[in-house]
Nanobody, 123 residues
Framework: QAQLVESGGGLVQPGGSLRLSCAAS????????MGWYRQAPGKQRELVAA??????????NYANSVKGRFTISRDNTKNTTYLQMNSLKPEDTAVYYC??????????????WGQGTQVTVSS
């Protein structure tokens, strides 16, 4: 079985930065994609950024609302993805969830979720 563990959330002032990390652990055969979603109070969960690997190249895509401010990256040797968030705005306040599309050594390819980490942007 596999699990995702997130870290790096917290309280930051508008214009500030935070870096989220998500490490996949367990008996993993392959990770096809990793990403970050967020859910603000009273709103649906939305995709923030995702990254897939094609050989030695990573491909990233972003929600329009975070383009130019957030950067997703991935360390395949550590099964870890990062979300660097700059120029944070109050509307970025949400619980951020890590997601991975992976196949464990024993089992089928499916979606895995982290427990969520709170990001609050406020003065």
């Amino acid at each position: 079985q596999a699990q995702l563990v997130e870290s790096g959330g917290g309280l930051v002032q508008p214009g500030g930065s935070l870096r989220l990390s998500c490490a996949a652990s367990g008996s993993i055969f392959s990770i096809y994609a990793m990403g970050w979603y967020r859910q603000a109070p009273g709103k649906q969960r939305e995709l923030v950024a995702a990254i897939t690997s094609g050989g030695s190249t990573n491909y990233a895509n972003y929600a329009n609302s975070v383009k130019g401010r957030f950067t997703i990256s991935r360390d395949n040797t550590k099964n870890t993805t990062y979300l660097q968030m700059n120029s944070l705005k109050p509307e970025d306040t949400a619980v951020y969830y890590c997601n991975a599309d992976l196949r464990p050594n024993l089992g089928y390819r499916s979606q895995y979720w982290g427990q969520g980490t709170q990001v609050t942007v406020s003065s």
